[in-house]
């Protein structure tokens, strides 16, 4: 069974601190995805990636960055932290044009 | 740009009654997936439509994509208790994978 890893369930931050999310993938799936979760908002995109060292921007990029140096581990950073990234932070991974699979998520409280 | 509408954005229904959600397009879809997210959880992949047209059940559950490609449905039938949760149409825009903004069931037992 496919297991997606997010290294943090709750997580709580101070504003302007530098935060890593890291998620981790058992699968071999070239694809992985970066979501937040927030109420009446649904699931946004901030990053993806289709390969090793490939990133591309989702509809969301402003004030993250992601790493992808190896195909299982894709992380999240939030460069400068701010109040307004608080949220839940939900990884998925996929093989291409199959179905994703997601990490239980990580809620960040950034105070 | 390509618009998908999710709706209803909430539907509070009776144990026993029925239920759909709609994903609707303003242009063409090559494909388009279901999840289902329960309270507390994370969202869980149901069914992948491909062809014009097509139909697939999933016992209570059936799913619908329109002839134009442009509209889904996901129709349960007779509501249980384990329904609840928020059901999300997932569709490829431009290369990316956008998640429709979710239909939010609560079942009344």
């Known amino acids: 069974d496919v297991k997606v890893t997010q290294s943090s369930r709750y997580l709580v931050k101070r504003t302007g601190e530098k935060v890593f999310l890291e998620c981790v993938q058992d699968m071999d799936h070239e694809n992985m995805f970066w979501y937040r979760q927030d109420p009446g908002l649904g699931l946004r995109l901030i990053y993806f990636s289709y390969d090793v060292k490939m990133k591309e921007k989702g509809d969301i990029p402003e004030g993250y960055s992601v790493s992808r140096e190896k195909k299982e581990r894709f992380s999240l950073i939030l460069e400068s932290a701010s109040t307004n990234q608080t949220s839940m932070y939900l990884c998925?991974?996929?093989?291409?044009?199959?179905?994703?699979?997601f990490g239980d998520g990580t809620r960040l409280s950034i105070l | 740009g390509q618009q998908v509408m999710q709706i209803p954005q909430y539907q509070h229904v009776q144990e026993g009654e029925d239920f759909t959600t709609y994903c609707n397009s303003s242009t063409t879809l090559s494909n388009i997936q279901w999840y289902k997210q329960r309270p507390g959880g994370h969202p869980v992949f149901l069914i992948q439509?491909?062809?014009?047209?097509e139909v697939k059940k999933q016992k209570r559950l059936t799913f619908q994509f329109g002839e134009a490609k442009k509209n889904s449905s996901l129709h349960i039938t007779a509501t249980q208790t384990t329904d609840v949760g928020t059901y999300f149409c997932l569709y490829n825009q431009g290369g990316k994978l956008i998640f429709g903004q979710g239909t939010e069931l609560s079942v009344k037992p």
């Open positions: 439509l491909v062809k014009s047209g």
């Open positions: 998925a991974s996929s093989s291409p044009h199959n179905p994703q699979h």
